[in-house]
């Protein structure tokens, strides 16, 4: 059986404006994305899995044409197959092959360690594993920009998922035809078809997630519903969807009043949320935070979960490890 292994990397939004509601029901964006030490791990292989390494896991299968798409995962909250974000990349990897048959079985094991529904596009992540390492499995036939193109068809945002995992990555893809242009931060636009590498703002990061899901199409309709005036983009360290989820969601709001408590330089939601970021330049004072969070006046809250980590680097340099916690 042959397989490849790889993280697939978490998002984070340091601004997000919406700039229009399309004809076809979409939004056009315009957000600065960066990618997030915090991933999901992935195996990808062609074949089956042996009893033995998928048996703590939820077997969900599906077809595409001649194709078997086996999904192996560790959660009861993710969808069905055929709703997968995993399996929809897999599906339009082989819409793009343009007429290069694949047949038999496709395994694709996630252990899932993001949270779900949090504004951080875990799901799309794993989209973009699957599509990255079939890929590479079968010899590399589509170039970088080719998956993005077809990422797109997935979900808004696979293809900076794409861009990002593969510079996550990059040891384990270093054969992948462009991959000198991935990167961990990109200006994305459109509908998330227009991912433009940029230098990232390197960081150290709280993520913060308060246990709860937020629906994105309602955070969508809330905006649509907002006047023309209070809808003008306004830039980096702002996020015109937190409007609607701290209103609807209290969990959010706590959690977000709770991070601007601390020292932070800028605290703001990734996404539709209900994830907060707190952003710091320096190591001892996010540590510091991150401490008084988890040891203090954090810990309390049931079932908020934080970690400590980076955004913007491609590697832990410095020898920063990143930090996790869970509240019961």
């Not at 299968?61 to 192996?72: G, P």
């Not at 590498?197 to 629906?215: F, K």
Request: with cysteine.
């Amino acid at each position: 059986m042959e397989y490849i292994r790889l993280n697939t990397y978490a998002k984070i939004n340091l601004s997000l404006d919406v700039i229009s509601r399309r004809d076809d029901g979409y939004h056009n964006i315009d957000s600065l994305m960066q990618a997030v030490n915090m991933c999901d791990e992935m195996i990808i292989a062609i074949g089956d899995m042996s009893p033995e390494s998928v048996a703590d896991f939820t077997c969900q299968e599906a077809s595409i044409e001649d194709l078997t798409v086996r999904l192996y995962i560790n959660s009861d909250t993710l969808p069905p197959a055929e709703d997968n974000l995993a399996y929809k990349g897999i599906r339009r990897y082989v819409e793009a092959l343009n007429g290069l048959s694949l047949n038999g079985v496709v395994s694709v094991l996630i252990d899932k360690r993001l949270p779900v529904a949090a504004g951080i596009a875990g799901g799309s992540g794993n989209a973009a594993g699957a599509m990255l390492g079939l890929n590479a499995l079968i010899g590399y036939p589509l170039t970088l920009d080719e998956l993005m193109t077809a990422g797109c068809k997935a979900g808004a945002d696979v293809p900076f998922s794409l861009l990002m995992n593969a510079a996550m990555n990059r040891n384990v893809l270093k054969e992948l035809d462009g991959i000198e242009i991935a990167g961990t931060a990109a200006q994305v636009s459109g509908i998330g078809q227009y991912v433009e590498p940029v230098s990232p703002v390197t960081r150290y990061v709280i993520i913060a997630n308060p246990g709860i899901g937020v629906s994105t199409r309602e955070v969508y309709e809330a905006i649509d519903s907002l006047p023309e005036e209070q809808r003008q983009p306004k830039g980096l360290w702002n996020n015109i969807m937190e409007r609607y989820t701290l209103e609807a969601y209290p969990e959010a709001k706590e959690l977000k009043e709770l991070l601007n408590s601390l020292n932070a330089e800028h605290v703001l939601m990734s996404g539709s949320g209900p994830t907060m970021v707190a952003y710091y330049t320096t190591a001892e004072a996010a540590d510091t935070d991150f401490r008084m969070l988890t040891g203090g006046i954090g810990k309390d809250r049931t079932n908020w979960r934080f970690w400590l980590t980076e955004t913007g680097k491609e590697s832990n340099n410095d020898g920063f490890s990143v930090k996790g916690a869970e509240t019961t």
